[in-house]
């Protein structure tokens, strides 16, 4: 390989300085408020971007998802539904995605790294 193809394989398994190999989602909390999780039942709405959301809102967590998709090509869809269970686990019923990346991982795979935040939305039960 040479110089430039082994940096541009490097950087498609980085994200955020981190290598993945299998999907994971993590939330880190923020701020002193703690709220129970919230059923699996719960709604949990998704905003693709800071943008799309005009509501009043709290940040309950920092959310990362990274997903390497072994043998498939996924997309920011594909990371919704992991995201939605962590936030559900804060006590969050909004997810705002902040960046985004499609890399590839694979000759056959193109994988998703998410940077999102779990919100509340006010008057929201």
């Known amino acids: ?14 994200f955020g300085g981190a290598v993945f190999q299998h999907a994971q989602t993590v ?11 919230l059923p699996a039942s719960a709604s949990v709405v998704v905003f693709e971007s ?5 509501v009043p809102f709290e ?3 920092n959310l990362s998802h990274s997903d390497p998709c ?9 990371a919704e539904p992991p995201l ?10 909004a997810v ?6 499609i ?4 000759l056959l795979s193109a994988g998703v790294a998410v940077e999102a935040r779990a919100v509340r939305i006010k008057n929201n039960p």
């Not at 800071?50 to 005009?54: N, Q």
């Open 103 to 106: 890399v590839k991982t694979s």
């Open 1 to 14: 390989m040479t110089p430039s193809a082994d940096a541009q394989v490097a950087s498609s398994l980085h």
């Open 84 to 93: 939605s269970v962590k936030a559900r686990e804060v006590g969050a019923n």
């Open 59 to 61: 940040v309950v967590a």
């Open 70 to 78: 072994a043998y498939r090509h996924c997309t920011l869809k594909d």
């Open 27 to 37: 939330a880190n909390r923020v701020g002193s408020k703690q709220y129970d999780s």
């Open 96 to 101: 705002i995605v902040d960046k985004y990346q």
């Open 50 to 54: 800071p943008a799309d959301i005009k």
